[in-house]
């Protein structure tokens, strides 16, 4: 499969914090990416995507941004809330195939 | 209004039994895949169907199998459960026709004794 991993496995922010959680890809060739939330004893749950002719995508307190160049996607969460604790994937895949590839995950801790 | 949905949430099997894992979608998505997480990591593909079209990831071993007899659902078989195939079985759908969501079910945990 493909390579997607994330620089930090966990990350803990005080609440009302802006959070940002980093993840690398190695497919350049990708051109759709995706990041998840997935709490626990539950499947990941889709929070924002992007397509690579994009640099970056805004959402309701949430945005995602892609450098191609780089290979580095970035989820920004604002204002940080008891409820966004989870773990983070990103996941990519290309127009040509239905494969999503899974990064490590990170781990989101917020502290009241 | 649950869209995929799996059955059981929880099941435990012995060493070397063979286990079905089951997966239903109401979207009638094309897509079906099927996904195996271990604790605090990622979920791996194994497989996934596109329609009947059965699309087998490189490094999935030959003792997980999958059926999908119609649209609405797909199983997961493991032919001889050993204790490294504990984990959460995900199942997710997407719609194959260029909108590349996925929607995931709630998983299914294994656990062999």
């Known amino acids: 499969g493909e390579s997607v991993g994330l620089h930090l496995p966990t990350l803990s922010v005080q609440e009302g914090d802006n959070s940002i959680i980093n993840c690398a890809y190695s497919n350049s060739a990708s051109d759709y990416f995706i990041w998840y939330k997935q709490e626990s004893g539950k499947g990941p749950q889709f929070i924002i995507d992007i397509r690579s002719n994009m640099d970056k995508r805004q959402g309701q307190r949430v945005t995602v941004l892609l450098n191609k160049t780089v290979k580095h996607l970035s989820l920004q969460i604002a204002a940080t809330q008891p409820g966004d604790s989870a773990v983070y994937f990103c996941?990519?895949?290309?127009?040509?195939?239905?494969?999503?590839?899974f990064g490590t995950g990170t781990s989101l801790t917020v502290i009241p | 209004d649950a869209m995929v949905i799996q059955n059981p949430r929880y099941q435990v099997t012995q060493f070397g039994k063979p286990v079905t894992l089951s997966c239903s979608q109401t979207?009638?998505?094309?897509?079906m895949y099927w996904y195996q997480q271990k604790s605090s990591q990622a979920p791996k593909l194994l497989f996934h169907?596109?329609?009947?079209?059965?699309?087998n990831e490189a490094d999935t071993p030959d003792n997980f199998q999958s059926r999908r007899p119609n649209t609405s659902f797909c199983f997961l078989d493991i032919r001889s459960p050993g204790l490294g195939d504990a984990a959460m079985y995900l199942c997710?759908?997407?719609?194959?026709?260029?909108?590349?969501?996925?929607?995931f079910g709630p998983g299914t945990r294994l656990t062999v004794t």
């Open positions: 979207l009638n998505h094309n897509v």
């Open positions: 996941a990519e895949t290309h127009y040509t195939g239905n494969q999503f590839y």
């Open positions: 169907y596109y329609d009947k079209d059965f699309n």
């Open positions: 997710a759908t997407s719609s194959g026709t260029g909108e590349y969501e996925q929607y």
